[in-house]
């Protein structure tokens, strides 16, 4: 099983700043790899995949990068409704999910 | 609107069986696979099942084998989770997703993500 690891857990950051977060897989990925914004009682939502390209109606405030086993998320300047948390899966072998990061208010 | 909205959830004794629903509307069903995920209580998201588009081929992942089975009606656009032999480890949010085959460049790989998700269902296996 392919385990992937997101890091920081909680990201404090303030409004219109810019946030990066990343995530690593144990194993190479390719660029398999899709990005989820997560909000309590919330359907997830998928913002990213092929780990750099954006989903349908995601703002160009989000962007995806890397490949391989090292990957990062960038929301260029954060607005009130990103602040959530924001999960990575590897989808080349199955699917995995990491734990999560939790992006909330400084 | 594309749009997944689960039911069926609820509060089952350990050894129950419960029977989730997953209802489709926006797209045309008969052509997706479809998958379940789950998250337990402060734990990640886990892949439980996922159908072919025509139902005939399913896979589950280790922990539910034998006592989960999936399915779907598509001319009710549904797809379904039949748990049974619940256990205390298998509460959690439940949610359907739809999967999408990953088209890289003019690629069709045999790699899917999931794109559209619902809100999710809660099961609770407790005594």
């Known amino acids: 099983e392919i385990m992937m690891t997101q890091y920081p857990a909680t990201l404090s950051v303030s409004p219109g700043e810019r946030a990066t977060l990343s995530c690593r897989a144990s194993?190479?990925?390719?660029?398999?790899l899709a990005w989820y914004q997560h909000k309590p009682g919330q359907a997830p939502r998928l913002l990213v995949y092929?780990?750099?390209t954006r989903a349908t109606g995601i703002p160009a405030r989000f962007s995806g990068g890397g490949s391989g086993t090292e990957f990062t998320l960038t929301i260029s300047s954060l607005q009130s409704e990103d602040f959530a948390v924001y999960y990575c899966q590897q989808y080349i072998n199955w699917w995995t999910f990491g734990q999560g990061t939790k992006v909330e208010i400084k | 609107e594309v749009q997944l909205v689960e039911s069926g959830g609820g509060l089952v004794q350990p050894g129950g069986s419960l029977r989730l629903s997953c209802a489709a509307s926006g797209f045309t069903f008969n052509t997706y696979w479809m998958i379940w995920v789950r998250q337990a209580p402060e734990k990640g998201l886990e892949w439980v099942a996922d159908?072919?588009?025509?139902?005939?081929?399913?896979y589950f992942v280790e922990s539910v084998k034998g006592r989960f089975t999936i399915s779907r009606d598509n001319a009710k656009n549904s797809l379904y989770l039949q748990m049974n032999s619940l256990r205390a480890e298998d509460t959690a949010v439940y949610y359907c997703a739809r999967l999408t085959q990953w088209v890289r460049g003019v690629i069709m790989t045999n790699s899917y993500y999931m794109d559209v998700w619902g809100k999710g269902t809660t099961v609770t296996v407790s005594s």
């Open positions: 159908i072919k588009h025509d139902g005939s081929d399913q």
């Open positions: 092929g780990a750099s």
């Open positions: 194993q190479s990925v390719s660029s398999s």
